[in-house]
Structures are given as structure tokens and as C-alpha cells.
């Protein structure tokens, strides 16, 4: 087997996502150099000021909104969300939801340590999944779930409706385009109090994180953390 990987390596060489250069043994897919110059938001928690903060702000479950990179249009985090949301880049996706939930881990003040009780991905709807073949915020939260040791309920969310893509909508017009976007089929599914961590890959405008929290907010006692790769628009480290 060692041999096999050798030769694997020689003909077909690990390289950076992101600078190309040769990955050496125990790096991910971002050699060390690349990963240490990543637009971090060191505070890690989006302050009051943020869109997508001040978006938030009306909902009264949530109790938290994360976000571990910044998001720049032509920068390198937009090249690794790219690889893990239109590529399907599993492992990229999992090394990084590994790193964001460690770092918010870290952070954490909850009086037993823990973050959250569940992992719920942000869904898409059956049609895109099944074009696509994956979902990018599943694969985010497999590796959120393996630092955190928390179980995915990849099912307690539905998209019921296959809304167009939101790349081309300010912040009020995409708000109207999520409305009644997600469904909570089954409430009985969380117990009583569940802390939750909605994942997704990116932070905009906050639209289709907040449908998601108000189609949650029908489970008693709910309290949602908000957890996503990056946010685009957040200036300060």
C-alpha cells in the first residue's frame, strides 16, 4: 500500500488548493503557509453591526451567529467555498468544518462545555440535491460533527420550495424569495430545549439562515447558534 501511495504521489502530486504548491505529508488540501495568511474573523462571533448580525437580530431563538472566515468576492476563501459547493470537495469541506467548530469550541461559555446538543444543515431542495448529488452543508457539518462529537439531523429541515439562485438579489428581494422556503415537519423530533447548530457555507444577507431559524422556532425551547464557513461583509478581524 505504501508503494501504491508513492507512486500515486509521484504521478499525480498533492498540490495546494490555493497556491498550487506541493503538499507535504499530514497537510489537507491548504498547505500550512496558505492556511496561516486565511482571513480569519478572530472574534469569530459577528458583532451587532454586521447585515447579516443585524438581520438576525429579530430572532429571538437565536442566541449566537459564527461565521470562521471572511468572504471576498475574487478572494481565497471564495475559491474553497467554490471546491466544496460546486465540486463536491468532501474532504476541503470536512477540514474546514473541523477547524470552524474547534475554533468555536474554543469559545464557547456554556456551563458544560459544549456547543450545542445537534448539528441541523441548512437544506436544499430535493431537485438541486439530486442535480448536485450532495449537500455542501452536510459535508460541512460531518466535519463539525467529528470535532464536536454531535449527531446531524440531515432531516428535521425540508426545502419545500426550489427557490432561484440568490446571487443576483439585493438583501430585501432575496428575504422575500426565502419566505416560506423551509418546512419543521415534525417538531417531536428535537427534544425539549435543543441547543442547535445551523450550519451553512456562507453569510450574506442572513435570508436563508433566518427562514431556517423561523421554521425551527415552532420546537419548544429551541436555542440556535448560528455556524457558517465564512460572511461576506465583515471588514473587521
Do not use: W
Not at 152 to 177: G, H, M, P
Not at 186 to 197: C, E, F, K, M, N
Request: hydrophobic share 40%; charged share 20%; aromatic share 6%.
Amino acid at each position: 500500500m505504501m508503494i501504491l501511495n508513492e507512486l500515486s504521489d509521484l504521478f499525480f502530486p498533492r498540490l495546494c488548493i490555493l497556491c498550487k504548491s506541493l503538499l507535504i505529508e499530514k497537510e489537507g488540501q491548504i498547505c500550512l503557509e496558505c492556511l496561516s495568511e486565511l482571513p480569519y474573523i478572530n472574534s469569530l462571533t459577528l458583532r451587532h453591526n454586521h447585515p447579516a448580525a443585524v438581520l438576525f437580530a429579530g430572532q429571538k431563538n437565536i442566541v449566537n451567529v459564527a461565521a470562521f472566515l471572511r468572504y471576498e468576492k475574487g478572494g481565497d476563501v471564495q475559491k474553497l467555498i467554490f471546491s466544496l459547493k460546486y465540486r463536491g470537495n468532501t474532504e476541503l469541506a470536512c477540514q474546514l468544518g473541523r477547524q470552524a467548530a474547534l475554533a468555536l469550541q474554543k469559545r464557547t461559555e456554556a456551563p458544560d462545555g459544549r456547543v450545542a446538543d445537534l448539528i441541523i444543515p441548512v437544506p436544499l431542495h430535493t431537485a438541486k440535491r439530486r442535480e448536485r448529488g450532495y449537500n455542501q452543508s452536510e459535508l460541512i457539518s460531518r466535519g463539525i460533527a467529528s470535532a464536536l462529537n454531535l449527531p446531524i439531523y440531515t432531516t428535521a429541515l425540508v426545502r419545500c420550495t426550489a427557490t432561484r439562485t440568490q446571487t443576483d438579489k439585493n438583501s430585501s428581494e432575496r428575504r422575500l424569495n426565502m419566505q416560506k422556503a423551509f418546512e419543521f415537519p415534525d417538531t417531536r423530533i428535537l427534544p425539549s430545549g435543543s441547543r442547535v447548530l445551523l450550519v451553512d457555507d456562507v453569510i450574506t444577507s442572513g435570508a436563508t439562515l433566518t427562514a431556517c431559524a423561523r421554521a425551527l422556532s415552532s420546537a419548544p425551547g429551541i436555542r440556535i447558534t448560528i455556524l457558517a464557513l465564512a460572511a461576506a461583509g465583515y471588514n473587521a478581524t
